[in-house]
């Protein structure tokens, strides 16, 4: 299983960014995948969740800013930040969970928001 994250940066607040995830080694057409953060010196953080429909779901601090999405033909997943804020600073993950409690991370594509 691999999956490699790519598109972080640095941005100003209110500026967005695009986050690509490649995929690899297990079945994405059939799987859940999405996207987590972790603030340096605290806990993974949930983002999304984006289902093989399409269907995304998202942590509640969100707010309508972040839009997740897939192409199942090309084994990729996207997730797409508009009003960034500081607060979204972090290491932004691409995962997916191949059976319970056997979940799946990239290394990471970090996302610095900072004036």
């Known amino acids: 299983v691999q999956l490699v994250e790519s598109g972080g940066g640095q941005v100003q607040p209110g500026g967005s960014l695009r986050l690509s995830c490649v995929a690899s080694?297990?079945?994405?057409?059939?799987?859940?995948v999405g996207w987590v953060r972790q603030v340096r010196g605290k806990d993974l953080e949930w983002v999304t969740n984006?289902?093989?429909?399409?269907?995304?779901f998202y942590a509640s601090f969100v707010q309508g800013r972040f839009t997740a999405s897939r192409d199942n033909a090309k084994n990729m997943v996207f997730l797409q930040m508009n009003n960034l804020q500081p607060a979204d600073t972090a290491v932004y993950f691409c995962?997916?969970?191949?059976?319970?409690?056997?979940?799946?991370r990239g290394q990471g594509t970090q996302v610095t928001v900072s004036s």
């Open positions: 080694g297990f079945d994405f057409r059939d799987s859940v």
């Open positions: 984006i289902y093989k429909d399409g269907r995304a």
């Open positions: 995962s997916t969970i191949l059976r319970p409690g056997d979940e799946r």
